[in-house]
């Protein structure tokens, strides 16, 4: 018994250790947000003198916030619910045909092998399509980026989720006159809620740190998204941390409470995808 | 079955063909840049046409992050906007890392920007032989900038690049702990080890040393090696780069390296794990008394502490008062792209004239705390005032001198860590490596 109830306090304390560590960097961040850069070259680890807000103000105001999440809003959302909708139907055929068809076995092998090229190499091609088709500098032109250079990884998740779903499932539904599209939708779509829920998780939380492609496709001032305005906070050889990590600390918000919001579906949808039954 | 192959050979050849039909510059070297860009699609970035008239846009992509310098920037923009009716100013400023990346995208995808900006000659040099470059030789505002800088900023006898500021290098010091204690700007070796001696033992750390970050690193030898022996050698660099020359061979480069190591016990606790955010803060704390820096270091410093009065001495070299000499070079030059046409060659001239004007670079110079290439009566910092201002016989002028391409400076300062970083130092281990580093580059 006494056995036992040290155990369960080495474990308390384990854990509260880890939520420590855990914890630490966000809430520097979080203090830091709140110093004077005064303050900040006095200590990191200290409180702030005072809780004021001019960091925030500061940020907001550099880094024009509100349209920049309006931009961001508009280009993840949109860009999440095409993933989700392309890739599970991607992800059901692959599933479901791929024995029959070398096509859909070459498809599937297509899309692994793309996970493998970085963007830097598309980068320039990239650029000169976009640019002979007047999508730069536009949001839409940024769905279209963002939905194709994430379909592959999303379908690839649903393939391994859709091969755990029984057959026999659909093949009533066969059974009882529904086309393969209505059995799709009606059936099949709804047991994968897990993985869709993971994939929009997940694709959230990318698509909103996104850097690399919108500083490359947005490069004017009205359409440029959050991560891109964070650089306003670094110059060459100065950065104002109060101010980038307060601008920091208002653009996760959103995607640390989607994250919350989806977190149980996240990791039974991740298990479950990634083991074959 | 033979229809599938000549289908899947087809495929692969267009894949081929589709790789290889662009040999314009990559994303991540200019050396890769090719003259063949130029003359296509050239007024596409830099023209509009409106249905009332013709509009002509300019694009300037630049990496002015900073609040004082897109205050700048943005000033640019109004003042040329009001004075030309049919002209727009589009301004794309992206951070300074993906700077060259986003250009040379942009250049290869026949999308250039009117104006942008280049550090230094050799840069010019890339970007002039590929084409890129339009020659500024005949721009009147060239006439408004400081004659000793625009050498920067020629290639082939051409004017290609206008260099916008000036930078110095020297020892910048907190004014009143010196007063405090009672210290005088050193001028020599034995001076400035009293100084350091006063601070030490006041619990003072007499250098910041953010040598954490190779970049920073370098500019602490650099006030020794360059006042010394590419002040008295213009082709010093040159000549070590086509291996004429070697490290082995220059006493006064082993002397000033020797010097670097006789004053690490001077340096912080923890030199090699100190950033430059890092030392800023050390000296505006009032921790370090001294840093061997850049004049940028001024703006960041007081930046922690509005109220530090900082002051700069060139880096003594030896125990002779007038070898001392203040490092100034040629900070970023603003470059115009290469248009084939006369009208946006026009607004792209107005423009420089703007942007060289002396009211245009006040605000350069009193919002984003610059040393301006325009000479003028600027409300500048004390400290940059004091480098700007210093006697031009104890100045040492970089420009127009050539110097280490990157890969060499990488190697440079990369062994010379290695050196510095042991708790034992051997002057001739260190040239040695360095003579191997720079012969391994040319092989």
Partial sequence: MRKIRISSLLYILLMLLAICIFIMPVALAVLTSFKSKPELAKSILSLPATWNLDNYKGAVERSDFLNSLKNTVAVVAPSVVIIVLCSSMSGYTVARHSRDSRALRLLDKVYLASLMIPFQILMIPVYKIYKSLHLLNTLHGMIFMLVGTSIAYSSFLYVGFVKGIPHEIEESAYMDGCSEFRCFWLITFPLLKAISATVAALHTMWLWNDFNIAVILLQKENVRTITIKQFYFFGKYTADYGMAFAAAILSMIPVVACFMFMQKYIVNGIVVGAVKS | ?443
């Avoid at chain 2, 340096?267 to 050390?282: H, K, L, V």
């Fill in chain 2, 1 to 443: 079955m033979s229809k599938k192959r000549i289908i899947a050979v087809s495929m692969v050849l267009a894949m081929l063909l589709t790789g290889c039909g662009s040999t314009a510059a990559t994303a991540n070297g200019t050396e890769e840049a090719k003259v063949e860009q130029v003359g296509q699609d050239t007024t596409s970035a830099a023209e509009e046409k409106s249905s009332d008239g013709e509009v002509i846009t300019l694009t300037w992509l630049n990496h002015y992050a900073e609040a004082g310098k897109q205050a700048w920037v943005q000033s640019v923009k109004e003042q040329f906007e009001a004075k030309y009716d049919n002209v727009v100013l589009n301004i794309e400023t992206v951070d300074a890392d993906s700077h060259k990346t986003i250009l040379q995208t942009k250049l290869a995808s026949d999308d250039a920007p009117t104006i942008f900006d280049l550090s230094s000659n050799a840069d010019l040099q890339v970007y002039n032989e590929a084409g890129y470059l339009a020659d500024l030789s005949d721009f009147e505002c060239l006439a408004n900038v400081d004659a000793g800088l625009l050498k920067e900023g020629q290639v082939d006898g051409k004017q290609v690049g206008i260099p916008i500021e000036l930078s110095g290098y020297g020892i910048f010091y907190n004014v009143d702990m010196f007063n405090e204690y009672g210290l005088e700007e050193p001028t020599t070796l034995s001076e400035l080890k009293n100084v350091c001696e006063t601070l030490k033992a006041n619990g003072i750390t007499p250098f910041a040393t953010p040598f954490a970050e190779a970049w920073a690193f370098s500019c602490y030898p650099r006030v020794l090696y360059d006042a010394v022996c590419w002040n008295n050698d213009g082709a010093f660099w040159e000549k070590l780069a086509d291996r004429s020359l070697k490290f082995a061979d220059c006493e006064d480069f082993k002397k000033q390296m020797q010097t670097v190591w006789d004053f690490h016990e001077y340096w912080g606790e923890d030199a090699f794990g100190t950033s430059w955010d890092s030392a800023q803060q050390i000296m505006a704390n009032g921790e370090a008394a001294m840093i061997a820096h850049g004049s940028w270091a001024v703006d960041g410093i007081t930046s922690y502490n509005p109220d530090i009065n900082l002051g700069v001495f060139p880096m003594p070299v030896s125990e002779d008062p007038s070898e001392c000499r203040m490092i100034k070079e040629p900070g970023q030059q603003l470059v115009l792209f290469n248009y084939q046409d006369e009208r946006i060659m026009e607004a792209a001239r107005n423009l420089y004239n703007l942007i060289y004007s002396q009211d245009c670079m006040r605000v350069y110079a009193e919002e984003a705390h610059q040393m301006p290439s325009v000479p003028g009566d600027y409300n500048i910092l004390p400290a940059l005032a004091e480098i700007v201002n210093y006697p031009a016989e104890l100045s040492f002028s970089e420009a127009g001198l050539k110097r280490n391409d990157p890969e060499h400076e990488d190697v440079l300062f990369e062994t010379m860590m290695n050196a510095y970083t042991g708790s034992t130092f051997d002057v001739n281990e260190l040239v040695d490596a360095l003579d191997t580093a720079f012969d391994n580059i040319k092989k």
